[in-house]
């Protein structure tokens, strides 16, 4: 029913900048509560920024000043910015959707290395 893309991620350094993107795709009414979240290898995936069931930006402390989620309900797409990420920002990145079920995207790679 719900499809969701996730694109943009690759080897970034400490300091740089790299934007993701989540485009979604089906019968999705509302981008509202589309989340950002991350997993590194053996840990807990965390939650990293989203959109509130209000569609208010909100962000995780670890990330809160330098990350920024941008969004464009028309194309139905959500954007994290990450600004001067550090090594522990490496993870698999997936966007999140709660709809009349759970929608995940298959994920994309961050590797933040010098």
């Known amino acids: 029913q719900v499809q969701l893309v996730e694109s943009g991620g690759g080897l970034v350094q400490p300091g740089g900048s790299l934007t993701l993107s989540c485009v979604a795709s089906?019968?999705?009414?509302?981008?509202?509560?589309m989340t950002w979240y991350r997993q590194a290898p053996g840990k807990q995936r965390e939650l990293v920024a989203g959109?509130?069931?209000?569609?208010?930006?909100t962000y995780s402390d670890f990330v809160k000043g330098r990350f920024t989620l941008s969004v464009d309900s028309p194309k139905k797409t959500v954007y994290l910015q990450m600004n001067n990420p550090n090594p522990e920002a490496t993870a698999v990145y997936y966007c999140?959707?709660?709809?009349?079920?759970?929608?995940w995207g298959q994920g994309t790679q961050v590797t933040v290395s010098s």
């Open positions: 959109l509130t069931r209000d569609g208010s930006p």
């Open positions: 999140y959707w709660p709809g009349l079920f759970d929608y």
């Open positions: 089906g019968s999705m009414y509302s981008i509202n509560g």
